[in-house]
């Protein structure tokens, strides 16, 4: 009989969490939510768990914060498992040598908790073969990949899209007000906050924008920023004219490119 885990799944994101519980509840493991370090670290005082999944930035409490402590309580072996959209060598370096025993970039699919859950709890490497990641050409809406992250369920993945798009103009606001107000640390925590959430929704030109942004915000300029922050306000905006045109895009199979915009 197939093993049932008890897990925690730790993110401030609503879509990656929810996403997340329903991969590891269809592999038959049960599922302990919240989103916030905080309430994590009370969880596992109060309860078993066999893996943690942590997601590294949040605010207040972040991961690293919550699994040291998590960790200063444990009375056994507890692995937990860094979740983040990006990080360099050096932060993975940082969150391994800060006591988490694996890091691992969101969006995961079932196949990656697979061997997560493998290698953690159950002590075995996988040797499976990893495929190459397919080449993501740079179109405004990708419905193939789209699906891809939400294991091929239209319904899900709409979910998932409608809740992108619902909610980008507030974070849109609080992603340029943080930068008019030079407060580099709000800045990097909302756009940590969108990035997490557009992995999941098939939108490669936006993803490679915030990307970048993400990216400079580490060490550059206040002036390299303003550049990268430009092209991000205008491929959100090509997003929403997309979706003001477009506005089932699951109800077909047409993979939209930029030149459907004009």
Known sequence: MKPS???????????????????????????????????????????????????????GMNGLEATKKILEQATEILPIVGLTAYATREERRDYLNGGMSQVVIKPIRIDGLKSVLRRQIENIE???????????????????LSLSTANDRPELADELFQLLITTLPEDQTQINIAFRNKDRQVLREAVHKLHGAIRYCGVPRLGSAITKLETLLKTSSQGDIRGALDIVNSEISSLMIWHHENSDPFGNSITITPKNLG
């Not at 990656?16 to 989103?35: A, F, I, P, Y």
């Open 5 to 59: 885990y008890d897990i925690l799944a730790v993110d401030d994101n609503a879509a990656n969490l929810h996403l997340l519980e329903l991969q590891l509840t269809e592999l038959g493991h049960k599922v302990t939510t919240t989103s916030n370090g905080v309430s994590a670290v009370d969880l596992c005082r109060e309860n078993h768990f066999d893996l943690v999944f942590m997601d590294v930035r949040m605010p």
């Open 126 to 144: 996988s040797k499976a073969p990893v495929a190459a990641p397919r080449k993501i050409e740079e179109i405004v809406f990708d419905r193939e």
